[in-house]
């Protein structure tokens, strides 16, 4: 660890081997380095849901490019340089959220044992740490095209700004969608160097399906955010959430079926794995509609986390279409 990190997380109060409440005896409790625990906790490295669920889209776009186009050597860089920056971009995003959030999330229960409202790192020892990520990031992203380059820069202001979404919209989940599916675009500019319609239907998908599982994730701080005042789709539809989240699944599957029928899958194979790969996603966010119940927070995480299953299913169908 550099110098300067070591010396903020030496003088923080609270201690750097306090784990967060809601996410205790996880591999960076168990495994990392003390010295290392605060940052890798900022970058949520404990929680690796989020990095799934920012690299999957990435992946998909990469499937549905060799569908549109056809296989490319190049591809097997994109997903690594996407695997990568997923994890650095996520810890990155993350930690730009808890520099903004840190007075929202002291008052918050559930959140009030992360690095920064406890006193495991301070202010600036986080935006150090900020500085690094995007430093990893950067680098991986010139190793791509230039109007990859210049999608991923763009990015930036989505990311900037989604923190700051629950303090002026209901919708803060849109702003979220924004950001983490514009992996979708960058991904399969990066193949070919130019869009195409699929991937703007594959864009809208994930936005769908973010506004779907981020919903569900809201409901955990439904009774928190409003003592608080902050806004999410979980406290302005309520009761009526279940009815609103079929409308996102239905969305993002009619989305993703779209962009698959947009980008051509040459024959019949091909065209078998995509319908599977999309009812596969149909049926997983159907078991999910079924089971949410807002009441049991425990029960809305393993809904949540148990998207990376659902984008998986799309992942896998669309590269082996690709690839037939």
Not at 15 to 39: E, F, I, K, M, T
Not at 265 to 294: C, E, K, S, Y
Not at 305 to 314: E, F, K, P, Q, T
């Amino acid at each position: 660890m550099p110098s300067f990190l070591r010396h903020h997380a030496a003088t923080a109060a609270g201690g750097a081997d306090a784990p967060v409440a809601d996410s205790a005896g996880n591999w960076v409790d168990r495994l990392a380095p003390s010295s290392w625990r605060p940052y890798l906790r900022l970058s949520r490295a404990d929680r690796p849901i989020g990095t799934w669920l920012l690299l999957l889209p990435c992946w998909w776009a990469v499937g549905l490019a060799m569908i549109a186009d056809r296989p490319r050597l190049v591809d097997l860089w994109i997903v690594v340089v996407c695997s990568i920056g997923a994890v650095v971009m996520r810890g990155a995003g993350c930690t730009w959220n808890d520099i903004t959030d840190r007075d929202f999330d002291g008052a918050v229960a559930r959140t009030r044992s992360r690095p920064l409202p406890s006193g495991q790192v301070t202010t600036l020892g986080a935006l150090a740490w900020l500085a690094a990520q995007c430093l990893v990031g950067l680098a991986l992203l010139l190793t791509l095209n230039a109007a990859a380059i210049w999608l991923g820069v763009a990015s930036l202001a989505l990311v900037a700004v989604y923190p700051f979404a629950k303090r002026f919209t209901w919708w803060p989940q849109v702003f979220l969608g924004l950001a983490f599916n514009w992996g979708a675009l960058l991904a399969f500019v990066a193949h070919g160097g130019r869009l195409h319609p699929a991937a703007i239907l594959l864009y809208a998908a994930g936005i769908c399906w973010t506004l779907f599982y981020d919903t569900i994730y809201a409901h955990q701080d439904a009774e928190d955010d409003a003592l608080i005042g902050v806004k999410s789709t979980a406290r302005l539809f309520g009761d009526d959430s279940p009815r609103w989240l079929t409308g996102f699944a239905a969305g993002a599957v009619v989305l993703l079926a779209a962009a698959a029928a947009s980008a051509g899958p040459d024959g019949l194979l091909a065209r078998l794995f995509v319908t599977a790969g999309v009812a596969g996603f149909a049926i997983h966010l159907a078991w999910q509609l079924r089971l949410f119940d807002p009441a049991d927070g425990g029960g809305l995480l393993r809904l949540f986390r148990s998207n990376r299953d659902a984008g998986l299913i799309v992942a896998l169908s669309l590269a082996v279409a690709g690839l037939v």
